[in-house]
Each structure stands twice: as structure tokens, then as C-alpha cells.
């Protein structure tokens, strides 16, 4: 049953190492809600965050409707925060990021320091490190964390916790954000599981999550 405003498009962004199917039954039961949906694909690993959010701009400027809302998971939440601050003059809409290392990534430090930046490519460039841009948009942003450790960060030492198997839960926290809630879901259980997107839904309407 479709109980969102028609006139509301979510833009979706993936993260690390994947392409955009991989956020298809997010796009599905969004739709499902009555949203319109954009699924954005970049390059991970041959592009900057920056270089990406130039990308993602153009898409954003053939969007129609007066609403535009951003769902992005783990690195894809940067991509978003360099959009904003790139182009501030955005459409009205809210942003949720979701495992979204907003204060870097604790894993990407271990890679770096272990001279294994090519693993991560550019995108340790302005953000998995813990130097993206600040978030002064006006828009709403929300963050979704994880708590069931089940991951790579598992062999990690000194991984703090609770995480959600990469990204620790106080790396999803920043200044600016207006909400910040935790599920017990893993870092890419956050791809499959309903409640995420009934979060997110509950944010795009009322600016706040449901806890």
C-alpha cells in the first residue's frame, strides 16, 4: 500500500565496493511506500568521494519532484556529504545515511597505516579517514547504526564496540545530525532488512526516528 507523497523522490547510494543492485530491495519496498526512486551507481575505488558527488549533482538536476531524500549506506553517506557541500542549494528533503563512518572508519586506518591504501582506493580521500566536509545543510540528516558485530571489523584488534561488524556505532555519530538511532543489524544486513527502510520512511516524514 503506497502511503507516501507522489511528488517525493529517494535517492539512493550504495557504498564500498559495490554497485547499485545491491540496494534493489531497498528501491523495491521504497517504491512499495509510494516513493519515486533514483538508485545511483559510482565508482568506488577509481573516483573520489567528491569526484562522485560531482556525478551525483548532475543526476539530481533532472529530478523533478520538489522533494528529494537521500538513503545512503556506509561510504555513500560521504558521497553525500560532498554533494551538500559542494552544491548546498538542494531540493527540500531529509537524508538518512545508514553504517555511514562519518567520524572515519577505524578499519580504513588499519588498511592506511598498513600501507594497504589501494584496497580502498580514492575513496580514502576526504572522508573514510575522518576528514569530510562538515554538515551545516539545512536539510535533516538521520543516522542509522548497527549493532550486531558480524564482519571483517571482527578480526580487527582493538575494534571498538558495539559496531556493526565494520563500522563501530560512535563512528556513525557527527555533529549536525538531528537523530541518531541503532538496530541490531549488521553492516550489510542494512541492504535486506525492512525495519532499516521503515527508519528511514519514518525520518523522511517527521525529520525523526521512531524509537
Same mark, same amino acid.
Given at each position: 500500500?503506497?502511503?507516501?507523497?507522489? +511528488?517525493?523522490?529517494?535517492?539512493?547510494?550504495?557504498?564500498?565496493?559495490?554497485?547499485?543492485?545491491?540496494?534493489?530491495?531497498?528501491?523495491?519496498?521504497?517504491e512499495?511506500?509510494?516513493?519515486k #526512486?533514483?538508485?545511483? @551507481?559510482? @565508482?568506488t575505488?577509481?573516483?573520489?568521494?567528491? /569526484?562522485?558527488?560531482?556525478? =551525483?549533482?548532475? !543526476?539530481?538536476?533532472?529530478?523533478?519532484?520538489p522533494?528529494?531524500?537521500?538513503?545512503? *549506506?556506509?561510504m555513500?553517506?560521504?558521497v553525500?556529504r560532498h554533494?551538500f557541500?559542494?552544491? %548546498?542549494?538542494?531540493?527540500?528533503? +531529509?537524508?538518512?545515511?545508514m553504517?555511514?563512518?562519518?567520524?572515519?572508519s577505524?578499519?580504513? +586506518?588499519?588498511?592506511?597505516?598498513?600501507? =594497504?591504501? $589501494?584496497?580502498?582506493?580514492?575513496?580514502? /580521500?576526504?572522508? =573514510?579517514?575522518?576528514?569530510? %566536509?562538515a554538515?551545516?545543510?539545512?536539510?535533516? =540528516?538521520?543516522? !542509522?547504526?548497527?549493532?550486531?558485530n558480524v564482519?571483517?571489523?571482527?578480526?580487527l584488534?582493538?575494534? %571498538?564496540?558495539?559496531?556493526?561488524?565494520?563500522?563501530?556505532? #560512535?563512528?556513525?555519530?557527527?555533529?549536525?545530525? $538531528?537523530?541518531?538511532?541503532?538496530?541490531?543489524?549488521? *553492516?550489510?544486513?542494512?541492504? #535486506? &532488512?525492512? &525495519?532499516?527502510?521503515y527508519?528511514a520512511? /519514518?525520518f523522511f516524514?517527521?525529520?525523526?526516528?521512531?524509537h
Amino acid at each position: 500500500m503506497m502511503t507516501a507523497a507522489l +511528488r517525493e523522490t529517494v535517492v539512493l547510494v550504495h557504498g564500498l565496493y559495490v554497485h547499485g543492485l545491491w540496494m534493489s530491495l531497498l528501491e523495491y519496498w521504497l517504491e512499495q511506500l509510494g516513493y519515486k #526512486v533514483v538508485n545511483f @551507481s559510482y @565508482s568506488t575505488m577509481t573516483k573520489s568521494l567528491s /569526484e562522485n558527488a560531482e556525478d =551525483l549533482q548532475i !543526476i539530481i538536476k533532472n529530478i523533478d519532484t520538489p522533494t528529494v531524500h537521500f538513503l545512503a *549506506h556506509s561510504m555513500g553517506g560521504l558521497v553525500v556529504r560532498h554533494l551538500f557541500h559542494n552544491h %548546498p542549494k538542494q531540493h527540500s528533503g +531529509r537524508v538518512v545515511t545508514m553504517g555511514t563512518p562519518h567520524q572515519g572508519s577505524y578499519a580504513a +586506518r588499519i588498511i592506511y597505516n598498513l600501507g =594497504l591504501g $589501494c584496497y580502498v582506493g580514492k575513496g580514502l /580521500e576526504g572522508g =573514510l579517514l575522518g576528514d569530510a %566536509p562538515a554538515w551545516t545543510a539545512t536539510n535533516n =540528516l538521520g543516522s !542509522i547504526a548497527g549493532t550486531l558485530n558480524v564482519g571483517f571489523g571482527m578480526l580487527l584488534p582493538g575494534m %571498538p564496540i558495539p559496531s556493526d561488524g565494520l563500522i563501530a556505532v #560512535v563512528e556513525t555519530e557527527m555533529s549536525g545530525m $538531528c537523530d541518531h538511532i541503532c538496530l541490531p543489524v549488521s *553492516h550489510m544486513q542494512m541492504l #535486506v &532488512d525492512y &525495519d532499516v527502510v521503515y527508519q528511514a520512511s /519514518e525520518f523522511f516524514t517527521a525529520g525523526q526516528f521512531c524509537h
